[in-house]
């Protein structure tokens, strides 16, 4: 079946740090990848997405890049902020739902970001 | 406009209540789910509308009951619950677009606490 494998967290930073969090993946054909972001007590936020291989998804200064040679999609970051602590899933979605009536994500663990000052 | 709400933001009650969780987007999104999300785990799927109709039912028990009354609006009516089943709720909606569905865009979210 199709899996999600995020590096175990807690994930601990001094400011402007340069951040990276490994994500890989198991799936049948060409799924969709994505990147959450859940603030403390708070809903999960798109963070990013690809589509297709070699695309690189990007926003608020975070990237990741689909790489089907390696089944990867690892979210880079180059100078972290207090602010983006957080906890970070990846996901996937298979055959982006064609036929299914709707889309199904499967989640990796999730990676928690601390930055410290 | 990617908003998709939820109320109320936090609730308690107890095992004998009966209470309804609301999602509302006016994306026109044609999909809407509900996934509880325990504390450091990643959400789990509960319920999937589309288009109105229920399409997944993740073996949810039959105390969470889950309703869709128009394209915009989607509730959970709680009742009998347990302790365990405190947790945060989840509410996302998606778009079908050519070539599939599209990504799924989360609300902030219902505390939920069973006392």
């Known amino acids: 079946g199709n899996s999600v494998t995020q590096m175990e967290g807690p994930v601990t930073l001094s400011e402007e740090a340069f951040l990276t969090i490994n994500c890989t993946y198991t799936a049948t054909g060409y799924p969709s990848l994505f990147w959450y972001v859940q603030y403390p007590g708070e809903g999960l936020q798109l963070l990013l997405k690809?589509?297709?291989?070699?695309d690189k998804g990007s926003n608020k200064g975070f990237e990741a890049t689909y790489r089907k040679e390696t089944t990867s999609f690892h979210l880079e970051k180059g100078s972290v902020q207090v602010s983006d602590s957080a906890v970070y899933f990846c996901a996937l979605s298979d055959q982006k739902g064609l036929g299914t009536g709707f889309q199904k994500l499967v989640f990796g663990t999730g990676t928690r970001l601390l930055v410290s000052p | 406009d990617t908003e998709v709400t939820q109320t109320p933001k936090h609730l308690v009650m107890g095992m004998t209540n009966k209470k309804s969780l609301k999602c509302e987007q006016h994306m026109g999104h044609r999909a809407m789910y509900w996934y509880k999300q325990k504390a450091k785990k990643p959400p789990e799927l509960m319920f999937v509308?589309?288009?109105?109709?229920?399409?997944i039912n993740e073996s949810v028990p039959s105390r969470f009951s889950p309703e869709c009354p128009n394209s915009s609006l989607l509730n959970l009516h709680l009742h009998a619950l347990q302790p365990e089943d405190s947790a945060l709720y989840l509410c996302a909606s998606s778009q079908e677009r050519r070539g599939g569905w599209d990504t799924q865009y989360f609300g902030p979210g219902t505390r939920l606490t069973v006392l």
């Open positions: 690809a589509t297709k291989a070699d």
């Open positions: 509308y589309s288009y109105e109709k229920l399409s």
